[in-house]
């Protein structure tokens, strides 16, 4: 069976009715919510495929497993996935879906690890410079590492800038040696 396939159909279905109910948004929060769970608990992924549990007991976990309060949209969507006995692929549709979304609002997700939490100005600069670069808006994952001494690395579409003391003087230390 091909999870690829069978990923994009079920979150293409969902995206367009959820694109209709105008609740595209909300059910893409919900969708992060849920890959995070999939992602920190690995036994998750256990529970939703063991036959032991019952379809209620693993929409529960799912409902749980979000976090919040969830849309109707989406507990039917869970119900369906769960009737057709497909939930060991709801990591797939739920990051087929997130892929869906990105791509219909034009939205790339970007990295940045600083030394020390940088200021709105400095993340408007860099939001700013995606846009202006890929024509999309960035969706921006920030975290801080004490260990870059200083300055920050950025990814985005598979592109990285290192521009933390840490690599300079990782480069300094190598042409000394060199």
């Given at each position: ?17 959820a ?13 992060l919510?849920?890959?995070?769970a999939?992602?920190?608990v690995?036994?998750?992924?256990v529970?939703?495929?063991?036959p ?23 507990r ?5 996935v ?18 869906i ?6 939205l ?6 600083s ?8 993340l408007?600069?860099?939001?700013d ?9 960035l969706?921006l ?6 260990d ?7 990814e ?16 300094i230390?190598?042409?000394m040696?060199?």
């Open positions: 069976m091909n999870e690829g396939r069978i990923s994009i159909r079920y979150a293409q279905a969902l995206y367009a009715m694109a209709e109910k105008k609740c595209e948004n909300e059910i893409y929060e919900q969708m919510l849920l890959t995070q999939f992602f920190q690995p036994e998750f992924s529970a939703l495929s063991n032991i549990y019952s379809k209620e007991q693993k929409l529960n976990l799912l409902l749980t497993a979000i976090g919040k309060e969830i849309s109707k949209e989406l039917t969507f869970f119900e369906f769960l009737e057709k006995g497909r939930e060991e692929f709801l990591i797939f549709f739920s990051m087929s879906y997130q892929d979304y990105r791509k219909e609002k034009k790339v997700v970007g990295e940045l690890v030394a020390t939490k940088l200021n709105d100005k400095a408007q600069k860099i939001t410079f995606v846009k202006a670069r890929y024509n999309q808006k969706e994952k920030t975290s801080i590492n004490p870059l001494i200083g300055g920050f690395v950025f985005v579409n598979n592109q990285r800038m290192d521009a933390s003391i840490k690599e300079e003087l990782k480069k230390q190598a042409s040696t060199a």
